[in-house]
């Protein structure tokens, strides 16, 4: 039972925490639901595109640093941000749902925890207990802020020219604000993983420090654009 609900929990207390932050038009169930089961679909490609990745490296690169960086910056954060990028753009871009500037944020955070619950289940057979423990208090939060910033560049991607017409504010243009929705939380996970993976004292330091601040900044923007938020 302490397995299972480590294992799922987190991901669902974090759903639930976003979704009631959300004040103006709730999404529709149905399309939450269906993005959250694409985010768990979707861990079984990216697994397989990042052992090719993992083995391709083993043959061609035997510097560890080296290997860290090109494996937390590209094996893992690139492939498992772009694959959460282009589900979650390809679904609710054009949707009617997608209305408010919150909105983006709930749509990413909705599939990415998909996805995290898939890897922890994974993470479970493969490495036991311990591992899910660990998971529980930095890479379940790790993933809900990355798909948070994700989803605030979306809505800015979105939104830009309507928010700059009404409060008259400059904000980045569309091309770019979708840029920085995708390297963004590639560049965050990235030096993420890096600082795992080293495993040297200073950078575990360092990893848990980027942790806890993170976690800490994506509550507090939550809160803000929650307030904030404005149907166009």
Known sequence: MLVSALTILPP??????????DRINK?????????????????????YIET???????????????FNLIDAFICAAL??????????????????????????????????????MAENIVYLFR?????????????????????????????????????????????????RSLFYALIVPVLYHGLYDFCLMQGSNVLLIVFNVIVLSLYFVILKVIGKESKEDQLF
């Open 12 to 21: 669902i207390l974090l759903l639930i925490y976003v979704y009631r932050k």
């Open 27 to 47: 999404e529709p169930i149905k399309l939450l639901l269906f993005l959250f089961v694409l985010g768990c679909l979707s861990s079984i490609p990216i697994y």
């Open 52 to 66: 090719y990745l993992n083995l391709v490296l083993y043959g061609n690169v035997h510097n560890y640093t080296l």
């Open 79 to 116: 492939v498992e941000e772009s694959g959460k990028y282009l589900i979650t753009k390809k679904v609710i871009w054009n949707h009617e749902a997608f209305d408010s500037t919150f909105d983006g944020m709930v749509y990413c955070v909705f599939e990415s925890m998909g996805f995290a």
């Open 127 to 175: 490495y036991g207990f311990s591992a899910v423990l660990s998971r529980a208090v930095t890479s379940i939060p790790g993933h809900f802020s990355f798909s948070v910033m994700m989803g605030i560049f979306l809505s800015r991607a979105k939104f830009s020219r309507r928010r700059q017409e009404t409060e008259r504010v400059q904000y980045l243009d569309s091309k």
